[in-house]
């Protein structure tokens, strides 16, 4: 599931283009509507970045294609003219390689990059002071669990890292941030980041909570509970013991 730190690793995967001029074809007839490789074929590649939970690729003259994986999409490196079966969304063809993305879902060209996220929590020293402002600035009566997932407040804590985050603090994601206090915050977005940094490089995670819901907590030992939360009704997944 394409979480931030997926993202950041197809950002690194994706690093030799950059450089160089592409040949872009867009296979798949649902990459076709927005005419993007009549818009980008022989363009440059200037550089690759996950932000967030958006993989943005900027080209020469401005040009910026946001590439948003959700939970199916993926991109790729191959060696330049590899065979392949089925039909990729998009095809950036390098003089050595070819990264290949398939599945979309999202792929939007625009003239600037988009900058309306929170700091980046995958920053190679994320900005934590200013995260916890924006968590601030934010509506105090939301629940903590919900804001750590708008990405204007905190760029690209998913869902699995949330919880596991807020159970390494002991803190609960129904607790309010009026009711939490700026070190709290600060402690579970430093967690977030650690763990996702770890998760990068390669470590293996062994979930606490994050789909456990009926085992028992690791640290104590009581049933580990579930439920929807905030709009979206993503799944919150905590130990009602020991995250007060
Ligand atoms: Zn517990």
């Not at 294609?65 to 990729?88: A, E, F, I, N």
């Not at 129904?174 to 490089?201: F, G, I, N, P, Y």
């Not at 009926?214 to 799944?235: T, V």
């Amino acid at each position: 599931m394409p979480e931030g730190d997926a993202l950041h690793r197809a950002a690194r995967r994706l690093q030799p283009l950059v450089g160089e001029r592409v040949e872009v074809e867009t296979p798949h007839p649902r990459a076709q509507v927005g005419q993007i490789a009549e818009r980008l074929d022989g363009r440059r590649l200037l550089s690759v970045e996950a932000v967030g939970k958006n993989l943005l690729l900027t080209f020469e003259g401005g040009v910026v294609l946001r590439s948003h994986l959700r939970m199916t999409g993926r991109w790729s490196l191959v060696p330049r003219g590899s065979t392949r079966r089925g039909r990729p969304w998009l095809v950036l063809r390098g003089s050595r390689y070819e990264g290949v993305q398939w599945n979309g879902p999202v792929l939007e060209l625009h003239s600037r990059a988009v900058r309306r996220l929170g700091p980046d929590v995958l920053a190679a020293e994320p900005d934590v002071g200013r995260m916890v402002e924006n968590l601030r600035r934010d509506d105090q009566g939301r629940a903590v669990g919900d804001a750590l997932l708008d990405q204007r407040l905190v760029a690209g804590i998913g869902n699995k890292w949330k919880a596991e985050a807020l159970w390494v603090v002991e803190l609960s994601p129904w607790r309010l941030l009026a009711e939490a206090t700026d070190a709290e915050l600060h402690a579970v977005l430093q967690a977030a980041a650690s763990q996702m940094r770890s998760s990068l490089e390669g470590r293996r995670h062994a979930n606490r909570v994050y789909r456990r819901a009926g085992r028992p907590c690791p640290r104590c030992g009581e049933r580990i509970r579930s439920r929807g939360q905030g709009d979206a009704n993503r799944i919150a997944y905590w130990c009602p013991a020991c995250q007060r």
